[in-house]
């Protein structure tokens, strides 16, 4: 079975800061996916970034972007010019789509963004 | 993305009652999923909602505490039943497929909160 660990229950960083948010997972599987989310104290689940295993370029969108790094089953996610919204938990998650569609969530990392 | 409703959002219940909660898509979406999220956890898949048929079930969940039905590609109930206080939760529904960004991204619902009594 998967697994998907996050080593740093809490961060917390300064406004306009860059963070990187810790992710590994374990899997015997050569095709899957990688995510993160964002769930702000509203509780609304808000994909953040995806990353395809086969895809060796690093995902990117707007101020975040992942580090993946297959061979260390490594999934880390940077925000750089942290902003207040950005405070929330941040979940990794694992996803192969075969034989059947099922995400495999972390424990989290409650992220807090100070003025 | 697509839009996602649940009601109710939250509900107090009383031990040994049931609730059933609703998730609406204003498109039609392949896949359907609810997971369950305990107090300062993580989110834990309880079943995938299929269209027509049974739901399937994770390891640990059963139908006769999750009944699920799933009558159209836009819309699907779980219910609690029997519900103890071991299932305080948040309750989220999930979508995926047909018309959204990839087969494989999974799109949330603003979850229920279930305080039982």
């Known amino acids: 079975a998967q697994t998907v660990t996050q080593s740093q229950p809490e961060m917390s960083v300064q406004e306009a800061e860059t963070v990187t948010l810790s992710c590994t997972y374990d899997?015997?599987?050569?095709?899957?996916?990688l995510f993160w989310y964002k769930q702000p104290p509203s509780r609304q689940m808000i994909l953040v970034i995806r990353q395809e295993a086969y895809k060796q370029q690093n995902a990117t969108e707007n101020r975040f972007s992942v580090n993946f790094q297959k061979a260390a089953k490594s999934f880390s996610l940077k925000i750089s010019d942290s902003q207040l919204g950005d405070t929330a938990m941040y979940f990794c998650?694992?996803?192969?789509?075969?034989?059947?569609?099922?995400?495999?969530f972390g424990q989290g990392t409650r992220l807090t963004i100070n003025p | 993305s697509a839009v996602i409703s649940q009601k109710p959002s939250r509900d107090i219940c009383q031990r040994g009652t049931s609730l059933t909660i609703q998730c609406q898509v204003d498109s039609q979406v392949t896949m359907m999923f609810w997971y369950r999220q305990q107090p300062g956890q993580s989110l834990t898949l309880i079943a995938t909602?299929?269209?027509?048929?049974?739901?399937?079930?994770e390891s640990g969940f059963v139908i006769d505490k999750f009944p699920i039905s799933r009558p159209n590609l836009t819309f699907s109930t779980l219910t609690v039943s029997n519900m103890s206080p071991e299932d305080s939760s948040i309750y989220l529904c999930?979508?995926?497929?047909?018309?959204?960004?990839?087969?494989?991204?999974?799109?949330f619902g603003p979850g229920t909160r279930l305080t039982v009594t």
């Open positions: 998650a694992f996803m192969k789509p075969a034989p059947r569609i099922r995400l495999v």
């Open positions: 909602a299929n269209q027509g048929s049974e739901a399937t079930y």
């Open positions: 999930s979508v995926a497929g047909a018309g959204l960004a990839s087969s494989y991204e999974q799109y």
């Open positions: 899997t015997s599987e050569n095709n899957y996916y």
